[in-house]
């Protein structure tokens, strides 16, 4: 079950020096957990394959690069910008509404969307459920960050950073 396996993976992930408070976190920790759970073939895989989810940047690998470079690529991910709250909760059916409205408004196929998305968020053109892993990412405020590193905007991380921290301080008043 998901919150045995999250019970098991939180000494693995604090060991491998990743910053997580077990109890605040621990809805976040085992959507985590349940996200990379058909992957894990070993406890220990699990440092790897959650590492994107918790720093804020990611650097894309060649084949992201590429993708971020089509034209179709940086017109979707400008228009995600536009069109996501950074401070509102992202729901599964947002994720997908917006998706579909920008494969209208930007007329590209859904794929180039996807691949987009994909590229910018995890920095690879594979890996686990996109809209899981940009829901999770969005909860910590890094997908606004990933979006606007990879079309090349200029941001003030340690700003977005200090907001999202306070941001967590105050829910935990």
Avoid at 21 to 47: F, G, K, M
Avoid at 68 to 82: A, T, Y
Avoid at 153 to 162: A, D, P, R, S, W
Wanted: charged share 30%; net charge negative.
């Amino acid at each position: 079950p998901v919150e045995q396996l999250t019970d098991q993976l939180i000494p693995i992930w604090q060991k491998a020096g990743y910053e997580l408070d077990p109890e605040s976190d621990r809805s976040w920790l085992e959507q985590l957990a349940a996200l990379i759970r058909p992957s894990l073939t070993r406890l220990t895989d699990a440092v790897e394959m959650s590492k994107l989810f918790f720093f804020a940047n990611v650097e894309l690998d060649e084949d992201a690069k590429i993708q971020m470079q089509k034209e179709d690529s940086v017109q979707s991910i400008n228009c995600i910008l536009e069109m996501i709250d950074a401070d509102a909760p992202l729901l599964v059916s947002d994720a997908q509404e917006t998706i579909k409205k920008i494969t209208q408004k930007v007329h590209v196929k859904k794929g180039v969307v996807m691949r987009s998305l994909r590229a910018s968020l995890t920095g690879t053109i594979q890996g686990p459920d996109l809209i899981q892993s940009w829901l999770l990412l969005h909860q910590k405020g890094f997908d606004i960050l990933r979006f606007k590193k990879s079309i090349g905007q200029e941001i003030e991380e340690t700003k977005k950073l200090e907001s999202t921290s306070n941001k967590n301080k105050d829910a935990d008043s």
